[in-house]
């Protein structure tokens, strides 16, 4: 086998040795101690729970991925659109990153209720909530990556009059791309998490947030577990998704490059 290959390997082998050696302490736990399934069921009676019905499982799954990359999506966007806009004015840069920290300290619980006032328990709402929590690390990411860009070069393309659109293209875009992929890495579990969240303040029945609180209330344990599970897997393919996409994406770069 190559090297990259072992290295990709290896990436994913750690997690799943992990997760397994958890969930066999669960069992033994749960089982050990005598605790009823009312309270913790062992991890064997959630994977039973979830095998009955996996089309459903899953389909809540990706209804609540749906909002969350919806959310993703507008809020990168925004965020890399400010950052390109300020970046060059260290003023602008300053009062951008005063109002990404005061959005990064907000809680997002708090701003639920105020969401679905202005949008309804729709998932306009959800996406909103998304977008507003993700648009803090999107911009404080980019401003980071674009101000680290080689001043060389900068005065390179300066000097051989390339215009500002060229410019951002070929020189700037590149330079960020470790910074986004950054970003990406806290930005899509935030989002992920954060529209469950959200969920739990009301909507369709048909997503995970709303579903765990319904069947928390309703003491269907085995069930909210199971839903639980299936926020788990998506998490995982999340994490594997963005270990490829940085692998692909920053292939040339030096900090990707064997030792």
């Known amino acids: 086998m ?22 066999a302490l669960w069992q033994f736990w749960v ?7 009312f309270v913790l069921p062992t991890p064997v009676a959630v994977w039973t729970t979830f095998i009955e019905r996996p089309t459903f499982f899953f389909g809540l799954g990706v209804n609540t991925l749906e909002e969350a ?9 925004a965020g890399a659109v400010t950052a390109v806009a300020v970046f060059r004015t260290r003023a602008l840069s300053q009062v951008t990153e005063a109002v990404a920290a005061a959005l990064l300290a907000l809680p997002m619980v708090a701003l639920v209720p105020l969401s679905n006032v202005f949008f309804g328990l729709t998932p306009a709402s959800r996406i909103f909530v998304v977008s507003v929590a993700v648009y803090p690390i999107a911009v ?6 674009l101000r680290g860009t080689d001043h060389g070069l900068i005065e390179a393309f300066r000097s051989m009059a390339v215009s500002p659109m060229k410019t951002i293209l070929a020189l700037y875009v590149p ?3 470790p910074s986004a992929m950054s970003a990406l ?7 992920f998490s954060i529209a469950i969240v959200a969920e739990f303040f009301g909507g369709e029945l048909t997503t995970l947030g709303t579903f765990i609180k319904s069947t928390a209330v ?22 594997g998704t963005l270990a490829l996409l940085d692998r692909w994406a920053l292939r040339w770069h030096s900090s990707r490059q064997p030792s």
């Open 140 to 145: 404080s990411f980019l401003l980071a990556g």
């Open 218 to 239: 309703q003491s269907r344990v085995a069930d909210m577990w199971g839903a639980a599970l299936v926020a788990f897997l998506f998490a995982l393919l999340l994490y």
């Open 185 to 191: 890495r806290v930005a899509v579990p935030t989002a």
């Open 2 to 23: 190559t090297a990259p290959v072992l290295r990709t390997a290896g990436m994913f082998l750690g997690p799943a040795v992990t997760v397994g050696a958890l969930i």
């Open 175 to 177: 330079s960020m791309l």
């Open 31 to 37: 089982t050990a101690a005598g605790i009823k399934p």
């Open 69 to 77: 990359l919806a959310g993703l999506i507008f809020g990168c966007a």
